[in-house]
């Protein structure tokens, strides 16, 4: 069983608040920079596929590729109910599968940092590197290790209603410095007040934090050139304050 298996029915609830139409404009503004207004669009680790269909709504042709076989589920869900055709599909990023000649790939919401050793990163972006044009753009975010060393980690909780549903989420985190890993142990209680029910899930997720000498690193390696890195939704430098930051890479034409 791998990680969000049973997180997943309760993913998008989690994150209701979390702006993906604005996330996904953000993303298109940096992709327009470096040229890429349109075409085919790859969203590896595309979860339940809400930045995915943001961005079929606004004219890219998309695909999307997770490990969760219960994430991809909830995404086809998702494009059926709202008539658009995206293909997604169950699969590790980090194994170059038969996707080819996208002109972007995007990689959203800390997948990145779910690959918690350097060869899995390089595979990860050797596998972007294989589905993009020549001169295709990559960009993705991270758990940037500089904020995640200055704030320290702390135990936070969620709770949210929608009735009669309520959700309580504990992630309680270990941090261990000497790996630049940290361990999120999540436990979700997931009450149905109508019929006074409650379920409890537990689920940890391995994270590794990256710096951007570690990521300019793995994407040499893996034939892209230097990127550029930046706070997540600013165009500022990754700083102490924001554990998101994100990289945007171009596809060597020669490797
Ligand atoms: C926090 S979720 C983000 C999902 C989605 N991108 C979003 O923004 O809502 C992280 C996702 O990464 C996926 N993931 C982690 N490692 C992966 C891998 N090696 N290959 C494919 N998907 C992976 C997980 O299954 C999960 O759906």
């Known amino acids: 069983m791998t990680v969000f298996a049973d997180y997943a029915p309760w993913y998008d609830l989690l994150y209701q608040d979390k702006d993906y139409a604005a996330e996904t404009a953000f993303v298109e503004a940096r992709l327009r920079d470096c040229g890429v ?8 680790g595309c979860g339940t596929g809400l930045h995915a269909l943001a961005f079929a709504r606004n004219g890219w042709s998309v695909a999307g590729i997770d490990l969760s076989h219960e994430m991809i589920a909830s995404a086809k869900a ?27 790939v995007v990689s959203l919401f800390h997948v990145a940092s779910y690959q918690t050793s350097r060869d899995a990163l390089v595979a990860m972006f050797r596998t972007a590197y294989a589905a993009l044009k020549p001169d295709g753009v990559f960009l993705f975010d991270y758990w940037y290790g500089g904020a995640v060393l200055a704030q320290g ?4 909780v969620k709770v949210i209603e929608q009735a009669p549903l309520r959700l309580t989420r504990i992630a309680q985190s270990d941090h261990d410095e000497r790996a630049a890993a940290v361990t999120v142990n999540y436990t979700l209680f997931c009450e149905d007040t109508k019929n006074a029910t409650i379920r409890r899930v537990d689920e940890a997720h391995h994270m590794r934090y990256w ?45």
């Open 78 to 104: 998702r494009a059926a109910k709202a008539g658009l055709s995206i293909p997604f599909r169950q699969g590790d990023a980090c194994e170059t599968g038969p996707e080819r000649d996208f002109d972007a």
């Open 153 to 156: 980690v702390e135990t936070r």
């Open 37 to 44: 207004a349109s075409g085919k669009l790859l969203d590896l």
């Open 211 to 255: 710096f951007p000498f570690e990521i300019d690193a793995a994407l040499a390696a893996s034939g892209f050139q230097p990127a550029a890195h930046a706070a997540w939704l600013t165009q500022d430098a990754p700083n102490l304050k924001n554990w998101a930051a994100y990289a945007v890479a171009r596809k060597s034409v020669v490797p």
